[in-house]
Structure formats: C-alpha cells, structure tokens
C-alpha cells in the first residue's frame, strides 16, 4: 500500500522558514517522482515543487523558486521541502504526492499523480 506522511507543517513569520518532510512507503522510491503541491483557503490546490527520486532533477512554481528547495534522501524514503524567506501568501495546506513516473513533464498537474499525503498545515503570519 502506498502511504504518503507529510510533517513539519506549523506557524511561523514572515521571513521564517520551516522544512517539510514526506515520508513514503509501499513502493519503490527511485521509480517514481514525487512533488509537493500548496492549497490555500478559497483558491485552488497548486504545484509547488516536484523531484525526480531517479536523477535527482527539480522543478519549481515561479512563485517558490529562489526561495524554496526540494530534495530527496533515497536511502530514508523521503521528500523534503526546504521554505525560507516565507511570505504570508505561502500559507497553505502542504501535500506530497506521487507522480505516477520518474519524469517531470507535466509535473504541475494534479492528474499527474495517483498518489497523496494527507496534507500539512503552513501559516505565516505577517
């Protein structure tokens, strides 16, 4: 079974930063990329991040780029998602979520992805 467990989520301020981890099981990690998408209240969920486990390449929303990093510790099974330099407009339910392959075309599609975590709360406050 595949599980998808985010954590790291909690409030901060503006300008903080927090890292964001998604633990994954039930399949084989260096088969499949996975991406970190962001709803927030009234608004559509978006992509934020996505990393292939199998080459190590990345993709970012314009709004997060410079700002945030993903990564990926194969050996643990997990995502992170480095946020610093937070904004308020950042805040957000934070999921995980598997692409059903390693590449990242069309890696911002929510269809892209089989696979979701159950979410994390972020909240930045100004």
């Known amino acids: 079974e595949v599980q998808l467990l985010e954590s790291g989520g909690g409030l901060v301020q503006a300008g903080g930063s927090l890292r964001l981890s998604c633990v994954a099981s039930?399949?084989?990690?260096?088969?499949?990329?996975i991406a970190w998408f962001r709803q927030a209240p009234g608004k559509e969920r978006e992509g934020v991040s996505c990393?292939?486990?199998?080459?190590?390449?990345?993709n970012y929303a314009d709004s997060v780029k410079g700002r945030f990093t993903i990564s990926s510790d194969n050996a643990k099974k997990v995502v992170y998602l480095q946020m610093n330099s937070l904004k308020p407009e950042d805040t957000a339910v934070y999921y995980c979520?598997?692409?059903?392959?390693?590449?990242?075309?069309?890696?911002?599609?929510?269809?892209?992805?089989?696979?979701w975590g159950q979410g994390t709360q972020v909240t930045v406050s100004s």
């Open positions: 990393i292939s486990s199998s080459d190590g390449s990345t």
């Open positions: 039930g399949f084989s990690f260096d088969d499949y990329a």
């Open positions: 979520a598997q692409k059903g392959d390693t590449y990242l075309t069309n890696w911002h599609k929510q269809d892209s992805y089989p696979y």
